[in-house]
């Protein structure tokens, strides 16, 4: 393991031995930080049980983020991150069913944004005239939300597998 890892590794453990410590968090991590965190927190759940090949080819469970939280401090939306990532490196990408089921679940998260943005649009139609309405809604058009939606996730996709392989030489598949 890397010196980073380590340093982060050893935070992590005095911070878990902390009752009084909830969950561990990053304010405005940087890329670099982002990734040695994720790396760090893949390799810690990785032995969950709850984290599992097969559960995680089952879906996203509370049962992940209880386990992550009680037992590493983790936050609710890492853990899904790391849910993602471990999944990743469990999906057969050369099974398009597989790899299809892997990608809509990543991008249902990253369409949450877009969901909460509709209902307010929804909110709003009530206080606009007609012609005002439109045009709000013709700049929020569906196909720049499905490019970017296919950005985010190959950019996800792309951050995902650095850690991948460097977990492929710290754990067994």
């Known amino acids: 393991m890397w010196h980073g890892a380590k340093l982060l590794t050893a935070m992590y453990e005095h911070a878990c031995a902390d009752p009084l410590v909830c969950d561990i968090t990053v304010e405005d ?12 927190d893949a390799l810690k759940c990785s032995s969950l049980p709850s984290f599992q090949p097969d559960k ?6 509370k049962e992940m983020v209880s386990e992550a939280r009680e037992k590493y401090k983790v936050t609710a939306i890492q853990v899904r ?16 069913e597989e790899y299809k089921k892997y990608r809509l679940e990543v991008k249902r998260r990253l369409n ?13 139609e009530k206080f606009l005239q007609p012609q005002e309405y439109e045009a709000v809604l013709q700049s929020k058009s569906v196909d720049n939300q499905h490019e970017f939606l296919e950005k985010s ?4 996709e792309l951050e995902y597998r650095k850690v991948i392989e460097r977990l492929s030489a710290h754990i067994e598949v």
Request: net charge positive; charged share 35%.
């Open 29 to 40: 991590p940087s890329e670099n930080f982002t990734r040695l965190r994720n790396f760090v």
């Open 56 to 61: 995680l080819k089952a879906g996203f469970s």
């Open 81 to 96: 991150k790391i849910y993602e990532l471990l999944r990743l490196r469990a999906t057969d990408v050369s099974n398009k």
């Open 112 to 124: 949450i944004p877009f969901q909460k943005e509709k209902k307010s649009l929804q909110k709003l």
């Open 153 to 156: 996730f190959r950019d996800v």
